[in-house]
């Protein structure tokens, strides 16, 4: 079984910055595209940004220039860097990856972790 650990959620004033981890672990043989989504009260959930294993980047629009997503291969961890932070980008985090299978690959997702700027 593959479990995603999502850290570095908080409350934070806007304009600050926080940087959010994701650790899979697990029987894992390897993970295709990694990413982050979003969730603010009373809306759906959101790409915010994803990472392949390459390192081929695409983000929200919402959020270009402003975060930056980088992964460590060797530790299947993924990491979002949130700058210039704004309360617009309050909602619950989760991370996502596709892990490789026999045939394939399969999505997973974390429990989610609260990030909320104040004005």
């Known amino acids: 079984q593959v479990q995603l650990v999502e850290s570095g959620g908080g409350l934070v004033q806007a304009g600050e910055s926080l940087r959010l981890s994701c650790a899979a672990s697990?029987?894992?043989?390897?993970?295709?595209?990694m990413g982050w989504f979003r969730q603010a009260p009373g809306k759906q959930r959101g790409l915010v940004a994803v990472?392949?294993?390459?390192?081929?980047?695409h983000y929200a629009d919402s959020v270009k220039g402003r975060f930056t997503i980088s992964r460590d291969n060797a530790k299947n961890t993924v990491y979002l860097q949130m700058n210039s932070l704004k309360p617009e980008d309050t909602a619950v985090y989760y991370c996502?990856?596709?892990?490789?299978?026999?045939?394939?690959?399969?999505?997973?997702w974390g429990k989610g972790t609260l990030v909320t700027v104040s004005s």
């Open positions: 996502n990856a596709n892990i490789v299978e026999i045939v394939g690959g399969r999505d997973y």
């Open positions: 697990g029987s894992i043989f390897g993970i295709n595209t």
């Open positions: 990472i392949t294993r390459s390192g081929f980047t």
